[in-house]
């Protein structure tokens, strides 16, 4: 029986040839038949495994573009995988919470390399059940394409079809998906289709994969609107529809959108993309999600493509997040300037104001100045007609605490206190709410950024460009920790002995109750963003977020504060830290929450 046709797209070469060999052979060559549109093709001449890569023109072996496993690392030659062969238990799997998809529910940002000490896939399964536990919808994996060196973030891959073989390559992904979805939990797969990393990328030898005509904070931009580029867009949504269809995954999160250079295509890829993804959700039956990250501050994301949007399910907003910090930790450096109030962008009020307004408008920057960028930014929502949960809203993401100079969480910024009023904000706002890993226990372990890389050339610039971009946003140099040093990724994994200690277990008790309370209380649970309000006092440092019958009432300042509840309390639902009620509001003690009902 011989295997499929083995095909590479190299639109530029005059001849192309594959070595391959089972496992453990010695590789041999073949000549490739040319086909139409600058696609080669060899069929084995058997099924099983075999290891390949490509030799253009006579020149080195490179991997597959497309290559579905590395196992022996970015440089090395690539593996077939059959990903028809694993034995699927979840063929009742309906979907994300149910079949209603990601909208309004609870993600987990997780990253495979330090969620547990192993670092793979099949480690991470027997913690999931602390993941339901908590309440928990869709797991949101960082990315786990092949990368340079054993560990890192994931976001400088090369791979992107292929699983990191440290994290237990193909194979593994699919068992955590299986395993996932049999314990009721969906997963979200973290793409990154706007830049490759630096080592290990071939790309440019094969055909017109980047586009000099744009350029990314990260490297090249991947080519979506040039010469060749209906390949290379194929190659983008195709390794999309891949995940969701090969391996079960139940939505994507895509790595900054705004980098995604698309200004001379017809249609953009993000379009093109969301209308082929409802098409396999339809086959599938089953929802399958889009998840954006973007700085552009634009509902343009999230509308409908058949009302000219990019069709994306949810985006993320970052200004959520930053207010939130701001009036925690009073930091106001860099990007955090404009959330303390007094600059053009919010001329009059001071930090508590900011978060009212972003709470109840989605961006702070809706087309007002800002600072950072030195630009107007942004558009507004319309909050009649787009819901809430089309945002995703969180305390601490991988980047918000990575690329601080020590990875330093929010847990060593505030009080304990101060964290369950953050909590309480975004996780009974209106907004798809994401928790990052530790959140929830107030885990001890910083999250800071590493590498493995082997290059010294490599290495020397990270460390560089890690202290320059430090040492602008005011932070010591000295302080940085080296990323290739195995210590600073060994320092960031999840201590999982912490969880039932006293402190860790009182907080993430009360992100359960947080969490059922999102879920049992329908004014909580709806993502109607006119039916919000939150009304705070600068300098008494109180603030209360009222929606519907329930309202968070929260006091920032450290001494205990009466905060005027207008329409009384009925009930304490939830509280951290000392209160009591009283005529017209309730008397909370320092850096103190309650979730009330009100008559």
């Known amino acids: 029986m011989t295997s499929s046709p083995l095909r590479v797209w190299a639109p530029r070469a005059a001849a192309v040839a594959v070595q391959a060999a089972p496992p453990g052979d010695a590789p041999v060559a073949h000549p490739m038949a040319q086909h139409e549109g600058g696609w080669w093709e060899w069929t084995p001449p058997s099924d099983g495994p075999f290891d390949y890569a490509f030799r253009l023109e006579g020149g080195p072996p490179r991997p597959d573009p497309r290559s579905p496993w590395q196992p022996h690392g970015v440089h090395g030659p690539s593996r077939t995988f059959d990903a028809g062969a694993h034995e ?115 790309l440019a030898e094969f055909g017109p994969y980047f586009n000099a005509a744009h350029d990314t904070p990260w490297g090249p931009s991947v080519n979506l609107d040039g010469p060749g580029s209906h390949e290379v867009r194929r190659w983008v949504i195709d390794n999309a529809l891949r995940w969701m269809r090969d391996f079960h995954v ?44 973007s700085d552009l501050n634009d509902p343009v994301l999230v509308a409908p493509t058949s009302r000219g949007g990019l069709g994306m399910t949810a985006q993320w907003d970052d200004d959520v997040h930053h207010a939130l910090h701001v ?59 787009v819901s809430g949960h089309r945002f995703v809203a969180s305390l601490q993401t991988h980047d918000q605490v990575g690329n601080r100079a020590l990875g330093d969480r929010i ?117 109607e963003l006119t039916a919000l309000d939150v009304r705070c006092d600068e300098a008494a440092r109180w603030l209360v977020m009222t929606r519907g019958s329930v309202a968070v009432v929260a006091n920032l300042a450290p001494e205990p504060r009466a905060v005027p509840v207008p329409a009384g309390v009925a009930d304490v639902l939830l509280s951290w830290g000392d209160l009591r009620t009283e005529v017209g509001g309730i008397r909370l003690g320092g850096h103190s929450v309650a979730v009330v009902r009100t008559p």
């Open 411 to 527: 847990s060593s910024l505030t009080t304990p206190g101060q964290q369950a009023i953050g909590a309480a904000l975004y996780l009974l706002s209106p907004y798809t709410a994401m928790v990052f890993m530790g959140e929830e226990w107030r885990a001890s372990t910083p999250f800071r950024y590493f590498t493995s890389f082997d290059e010294e050339w490599l290495v020397d610039a990270v460390r560089t460009g890690r202290r320059r971009e430090f040492a602008a946003h005011g932070w010591a140099v000295s302080e940085v920790p080296d990323p290739q040093d195995p210590a600073t990724r060994t320092a960031c994994v999840l201590r999982w002995d912490e969880v039932p200690a006293v402190g860790h277990a009182q907080m993430l008790a009360f992100y359960r109750r947080l969490i059922e309370l999102r879920r049992s209380e329908p004014d909580i649970a709806s993502g």
């Open 250 to 293: 139940d939505a994507l999160r895509l790595d900054a959108v705004h980098a995604l250079h698309d200004d001379g295509s017809p249609r953009h890829v993000l379009a093109e993309l969301s209308d082929e993804v409802a098409s396999l959700a339809t086959q599938l039956r089953r929802p399958l999600d889009l998840i954006a990250e």
């Open 327 to 385: 009036a925690l930790t009073g930091e106001t450096s860099g990007y955090y300037r404009d959330f303390a109030g007094g600059t053009e962008a919010w001329p009059d009020g001071g930090p508590l104001s900011v978060l009212a307004k972003t709470l109840t408008e989605v961006f702070l920057h809706d087309g007002r100045t800002s600072s950072f960028r030195g630009r107007h930014w942004g558009h507004p929502v319309d909050r009649a007609t």
């Open 88 to 202: 699927w238990r979840d063929a009742g799997w309906p979907g994300t919470r149910g079949g209603a998809g990601v909208l309004g529910g609870v993600v987990y940002e997780l990253h495979v390399g330090t969620f547990t000490d192993a670092g793979s896939l099949d480690a991470a399964v027997e913690h999931l059940t602390h993941l339901t536990d908590l309440g928990i919808d869709l797991v949101e994996v960082m990315p786990v394409a092949a990368f340079g060196g054993t560990h890192g973030w994931g976001y400088d891959g090369v791979q992107p079809y292929a699983v990191q073989q440290t994290y237990g390559g193909p194979a593994a992904f699919q068992r955590f998906v299986d395993a996932c979805h049999g314990v009721g939990l969906g997963v979200c797969l973290d793409v990154v289709y706007n830049h490759l990393g630096p080592t290990g990328n071939y």
